[in-house]
């Protein structure tokens, strides 16, 4: 499996100090957090496009993912949505991003037949865009579909192969799913895992890896024994919680504790 870590660790920094940050910590590629905050966003110009392409090139790091915000269970008119997921497609495109990710967001005022219609109305729509743009949709476990079951929901509406899931082990333990859950469901349409680490399920701030609660252990080991070699990446969220150690100084025990489950699990 290939390691990455994602940008909301590091809010804000440009992105050759991410690069280098990656470069000189061990990782395989990078999450680029795609929101007006950051360097990289879909408001960017084409020569801004051209030139992170060109940096991450030039550093030999792989641009693993655009995340992206687009809540595409959200209630409201779906054009808005359409048109955050357009923007993010396009972006990803242009910058060589094999994926994007996107939240659900249903509201607590749905039920989940409407949350779950509507996500997949929108996510079906896009999906075609997707693979005109050769980047594929993945939906987060996350929100109002933490658990790989629901998100399941959604993607057995879709039945597109462009449109993915993102397993966030945080939420899918959250919501009360075993890793041999969630894998069972996810398998086919899992685009990569995000990793981290929390002190419990009521306090989510940023724990370095193996310091909390989270399985990840047991989500590596089901990963293993079924033969699957993606990406692992670290979300470690520093942008929600300024309290959080900084991100730079965690990143190589983060990596040698991913090379080390990922021994006890070969």
Known sequence: MKLAFSTLGVPGLPLTDVLGLATAHGYHGVELRAHPEEPVHPGIGPE????????????????????????VAAPGDDAPVLAELRGLLELARDLGAPYIRVFPGGAD????????????????????????????????????????????????????RQVGVVWDVMHTWRGGEQPAETYAALAPHLGYVQVKD?????????LPLGAGVLPLAECVDVLSRNGWDGWLCWEYEKRW????????????????????LLTDAA
Do not use: C, K, W
Request: a negative charge; proline letters at 3%; hydrophobic letters at 45%.
């Open 48 to 71: 801004e496009r051209a030139a992170a392409r060109a940096a991450f090139e030039a550093a030999g790091v792989e641009l693993l993912a655009v995340a992206g915000y687009a809540r």
């Open 109 to 160: 005022e749905q039920s989940s037949e409407e949350a779950d219609a509507i996500a997949a109305r929108r996510l079906g729509t896009a999906a075609e865009e997707a693979n005109d743009l050769g980047v594929r949709i993945l939906l987060e476990t996350h929100d109002s579909h933490r658990t790989g079951a629901d998100a399941m929901r959604v993607l057995g509406l879709v039945g597109h």
């Open 198 to 206: 929390i002190a419990s399920g009521e306090d989510t701030t940023p």
């Open 241 to 260: 919680y300024e309290e959080a150690a900084p991100l730079p100084g965690l990143l190589d025990a983060g990596r040698e504790h991913l090379a080390r």
